[in-house]
């Protein structure tokens, strides 16, 4: 069946470190692969994503992710995190057409 | 662009109620999608919409659940009748083509619904 893990349900960082979280997939073929960020309530925005070319994808906020075909993973990074970054970060897949199945989420909290 | 519209944004209802949500899309958006958000099962699809017609309801949990859009701009996701475990947020979300990953689904904020 095909899914999206995120192993880490709660990281908690201090401001100006350094950001990872991680994301792998189960599909039968490599699919689309995005991440989302979901603040306090409000909806979903789209940080990045991957369909194809360079493994490593650049997105707002300062956001990149690697995709690495033979972990299939496509974990998240930043190089120094704001305190405007806390917010739960959700990373889905599909494999085209229009249905994403999302990960059950990473609540991210960063101390000052 | 206003994006995506969902009201109320916050609904508590007691079990055996009628709900409704209510979504207005971005406009010139040919797709929607209903998605429900629980700490059991995370985010997933209920059914979306490509030019105000159902396409895949697979996701919707069973008969009590209903969704329309009557036009363009409008779409309603009704629970009749109401149960507590269908306390859930429940978003809303646009795209212009529905091609992935081409294509990005813009998400509304959500509607928080407890049934008591």
């Known amino acids: 069946a095909q899914s999206v893990t995120q192993p880490d349900i709660h990281i908690t960082v201090s401001e100006g470190a350094s950001l990872e979280l991680r994301c792998n997939y189960s599909?039968?073929?490599?699919?689309?692969l995005f991440w989302y960020v979901q603040s306090p309530g409000q909806g979903l925005q789209l940080l990045l994503k991957?369909?194809?070319?360079?493994?490593l994808v650049q997105g707002i906020k300062g956001f990149e992710a690697e995709f690495k075909r033979s972990q299939s993973s496509f974990n998240l990074r930043k190089p120094s995190v704001h305190w405007s970054d806390a917010a739960e970060y959700f990373c889905?897949?599909?494999?085209?057409?229009?249905?994403?199945?999302f990960g059950a989420g990473t609540r991210l909290a960063v101390h000052p | 662009d206003a994006g995506v519209i969902q009201s109320p944004r916050h609904e508590v209802t007691e079990m055996g109620q009628e709900v409704t949500l209510r979504c207005k899309p971005i406009?010139?958006?040919?797709?929607l999608f209903w998605y429900r958000q629980t700490m059991m099962r995370g985010l997933e699809l209920l059914i979306y919409?490509?030019?105000?017609?159902?396409?895949?309801d697979s996701g919707m949990p069973e008969d009590r659940f209903s969704a329309k859009m009557p036009n363009a701009s409008f779409s309603t996701l009704k629970i009749q009748p109401s149960e507590p475990r269908d306390s859930a947020v429940y978003f809303c979300?646009?795209?212009?083509?529905?091609?992935?990953?081409?294509?990005?689904?813009?998400f509304g904020p959500g509607t928080r619904l407890t049934v008591l």
């Open positions: 406009s010139g958006h040919d797709y």
């Open positions: 599909y039968g073929a490599t699919p689309y």
């Open positions: 979300a646009s795209s212009l083509s529905g091609s992935l990953p081409t294509d990005t689904q813009y």
């Open positions: 889905a897949a599909s494999g085209g057409y229009n249905k994403l199945i």
């Open positions: 991957y369909f194809s070319g360079d493994t």
């Open positions: 919409f490509n030019n105000n017609v159902p396409i895949d």
